[in-house]
């Protein structure tokens, strides 16, 4: 026996009807459940205000097994190898690979019967376009994702009252920002008459630090990794600009303009620094896809203290820059065969996909993360909850993204436009960076294609991938921190880097983007 549930009924926080078509949702009359492995460091993620609202909404109450992020990779490999699957696996313990590799043993299972059973949503709010990167190359869809629309990346904060108490202006050039970030650090901005400005420092925004680098290396020319040019699938960081970066940002560690614990602090350690007062850090690296209170307190954010800084100019005066593609696909969730009801599953993402509960997935609740306005907007708040120091702290303790969802745009766009409030108190939406951008001539350079992996595609990313990006990191970090020569040991680092299988990754990824454009 069943009952009938109006999504409508179950905007979070039990706000009211905001506009979005409403669909019937089939819940059970009984609390179903089921286990849902998760990579966290809370106790106890069911709890967590999104996540509770929605098992109340649908009567489905997940049992979460909560990973930590430091024992992740080990129990995932030991869970996978044992054949001792939970229920579910989620995004952050869910990877490309595994779900190429493990669908095609079947220890992941096909939803193409699912979705079009139960995921109303899902179809109503996806195009044909986005189901086209989420079916693998036997027809069967393995994952659900989240769909990544926004124009994203990774770009530089500058601290402004300190340019304006030392009368400078923003730099355009890597020249022009290492004086800026001299004159941070030698001419006391902070005013405290004591040497404790940091000039730039970053938290690892992806695994480490040298990958949030990028936002910096496309100073020279090229931005990093693996990406298209001009159809072509290339890994820019064996370019000779990405030599002549990691000679400047060696330049920068070495002489005290980029903070010492840059490869060591952990997130809590950096936002201690952030938040100090006086402020000390010049110059930061966050998201451009939000506020950038991943590191600041919200006082310093709404005194519009810290401002976006154009991507620096490369010698050739165009400013690059390498944002998510079109749309970039997160391997959220799979279904593994031991779920005995994964139909109960499919109604629990499907409720996921409605915009407004996938924006408050995304950002947090109505109440915290938003305020609904009398035009039926949606507002942002930047007011920190009781007992945090601003919204995104409540959000590190309290949310949990690795789920199912519309990211922002799409979620915007389908539902109600979101007011935001920028540091000069004015407001913009989320394409304003796009037009920012654009307008000032910056180059967005092409990602790679999304296209499903073929199995013999899948075996030799496995086998390479991990080692060249290891080898990358490790010897990267030690280059930038004044150990070893990069001009005499830049060839052997490139050679190294074919050595260790690089042709065979670019030749998949180059057969992707040709299967991809016909």
Known sequence: M??????????????C??????????????????????????????????????????????????????????????????????????????????????????AIIPLNDLIEEYNVNMKKYMTEEEFDLITSSDGNIYFYPTIQNDFIGMGLYINVEWLDALGLEKPNTPEEFKDVLIAFRDRDPNGNGIADEIPFSCEKLWSTATDTFSALMSAFGRCSGFVMENGEAIYANVMDEHKQGALWLRELYTEGLMDQEVFTQDLQEFRAKAQSDPLIFGCTID???????????????????????LPLQAEDGVRHFIPANEYSVGYQLAITRACQHPEYVAQW???????????????GPVGISYDILEDGRWAV?????????SVYAWQEANRLQQLPRLMTRRALELGNAVLYTSPSTTTYDLQMRDKYYRENGVVCQEGLVNTPALPEETEILNRYL?????????????????????????DTYVQHMYDMGLQQVLDVYQAQYDRANG
Not at 287 to 304: E, H, K, M, Y
Not at 349 to 358: A, E, F, L
Not at 381 to 389: L, N, R
Request: aromatic letters at 12%.
């Open 381 to 389: 708040k930047t007011e920190a909850p009781a007992g945090y120091d």
């Open 287 to 309: 998201f451009v896809a939000s506020a950038p209170n991943r590191c600041l307190t919200n006082a310093v954010w709404d005194a519009g203290t810290y401002e976006w800084l």
């Open 466 to 490: 991990a080692d060249i990006q290891k080898y990358y990191n490790e010897t990267m970090a030690n280059w930038i921190c004044g150990n070893g020569d990069i001009e005499a040991e830049w």
């Open 349 to 363: 993402v499907d409720y996921m996909y409605n915009p407004q509960i996938s924006l408050q997935i995304d950002q």
């Open 2 to 15: 069943k009952k009938l549930a109006s999504l409508a009924l179950a905007l979070i926080l039990a706000l």
């Open 17 to 106: 009807a905001t506009g979005v078509a409403e669909h019937e949702f089939w819940v059970s009359d009984e609390p179903v459940t089921f286990t849902v492995w998760v990579q966290s460091s809370a106790e106890d993620v069911s709890q967590f205000p999104v996540i509770k609202a929605i098992s109340e909404a649908t009567n489905i109450y997940p049992e979460f097994i909560e990973i930590s992020p430091a024992q992740a990779t080990e129990q995932v490999n030991l869970m996978w190898s044992s054949k001792e699957y939970p229920d579910v696996v989620t995004g952050g313990l869910l990877t490309k690979s595994d779900v190429d590799t493990y669908s095609q043993y079947g």
